[in-house]
């Protein structure tokens, strides 16, 4: 399964053609592996939404420049790729809410693996990429 779980078609399109990435765990803290990635992933073009409960205060200040929302449901304008940082047991609720704003794939980091999310989230029509990180395949490929 897990070869079905990283298609290189899917985590190409994902990585060229996918532009709004909403980061699910982003918070303010540099020393978190979703704040170093999603820095990553703006040096690559990549608009980040940061997604994380400490949204909820409207005085908690933007994450890498950008605005952040406690919700996927609160971000006013289409989302291209959900990218969760979360443990396992807590990661599908985000890939269906994923699939419950129309977002265009679904990215479960490096470690987060839940095969049912995946499979409700394939079946909804929503490509998804699980157990892998984009550093990991930019590195994979060279670039």
Known sequence: MATSWQDPATVDRMLDEQ?????VGLSGDPSRTAYSIAS???????????????????????VLGEQGYATLADIPFPVD????????EAAGQFADEA??????????QLGVVDEDAF????AAGVPM???????????????
């Open 19 to 23: 532009q709004t990435w909403a980061v």
């Open 40 to 62: 990553l992933l703006q040096q690559r073009g990549k608009k980040v939404v940061p997604v994380h409960p400490s949204f909820a205060d409207p005085a908690t200040p933007p």
């Open 81 to 88: 790729v959900v990218d969760v940082f979360r443990r396992s």
């Open 99 to 108: 699939v419950a704003i129309g977002a265009g794939g679904v990215w479960f």
């Open 119 to 122: 499979a409700r989230t394939v």
């Open 129 to 143: 990429v699980m157990d892998t990180c984009p550093a990991i395949e930019w590195r994979k490929r060279g670039a």
